[in-house]
């Protein structure tokens, strides 16, 4: 069975463009996450979905910063402009409705901005 | 609200050995527990859940773990360390009926030949 995918794997930009990073779950998955992972601050949740509707936003950093899933089988996280700080890895995951399912993750993309 | 602390952010064993990862958790209700590993350029893969059927649960790759209530612990265990189990490996909490996952800062696992 497919996993999760993510697109682009790597991503070099300059500051002010704007990124838009791609994500497919897994088919029959009900909820989408999206993850930030820093050396600084570990793993973040930014923002989560469920059937296709956004939950919880309160990880999102600030404005520049939005995410949307306008089907089941497709999600995308947004950042305008952007800026050397946000320089990470970005992961996707999804999972079944719970209780107690585990978040099956992509591989992620390598957000360098320069 | 619920967090984990993984105490030790580097842990190096002897190819051969125990290797024990701790993670503590803190939640006002039963918890479900979970490992993730990490390797290199990779997301995060499932090693084993708890899910209050039985405290001790075996996962992938021979790696089991043991909850304990009482400690408020969810310590992962392998009797005997493999080269290919160097990686990053992640305690996470979530609560009933929330998706949402409380990830800890995660333990950097080497293996010594």
């Known amino acids: 069975d497919a996993g999760v995918i993510q697109s682009p794997r790597h991503e070099v930009t300059e500051m002010g463009q704007e990124v838009t990073l791609r994500c497919k779950p897994i088919s029959g998955h009900n909820s989408l996450f999206w993850y930030r992972q820093t050396m600084m601050r570990g793993l973040e949740l930014l923002i989560y979905f469920n059937n296709n509707v956004p939950i919880d936003d309160s990880g999102m950093p600030e404005d520049r910063f939005s995410a949307k899933m306008p089907n089941a089988s497709f999600s995308t996280l947004k950042i305008q402009p952007s800026e050397p700080r946000d320089s990470a890895v970005y992961f996707c995951?999804?999972?079944?409705?719970?209780?107690?399912?585990?978040?099956?993750f992509g591989d992620g993309t390598r957000l360098s901005i320069l | 609200a619920q967090s984990v602390t993984q105490l030790g952010s580097h842990v190096s064993v002897s190819e051969g050995a125990l290797v024990l990862l701790r993670c503590n958790y803190s939640?006002?209700?039963?918890?479900?527990l979970f490992w993730y590993v990490q390797y290199p350029n990779q997301g995060l893969q499932l090693l084993l859940k708890?899910?209050?059927?039985?405290?001790l649960v075996k996962g992938i790759n021979g790696f089991e773990a043991e909850f304990k209530k009482s400690e408020t612990s969810f310590h992962l265990t392998k009797p005997s360390a493999h080269m290919s189990d160097a990686a990053e490996y992640f305690c996470?909490?979530?609560?009933?009926?929330?998706?949402?996952?409380?990830f800890g800062t995660g333990t950097r696992l080497t293996i010594i030949p």
């Open positions: 995951a999804s999972s079944l409705k719970p209780p107690n399912q585990p978040q099956h």
């Open positions: 708890y899910t209050s059927a039985a405290t």
């Open positions: 996470a909490v979530s609560l009933f009926g929330n998706e949402k996952l409380t």
């Open positions: 939640s006002s209700v039963p918890p479900y």
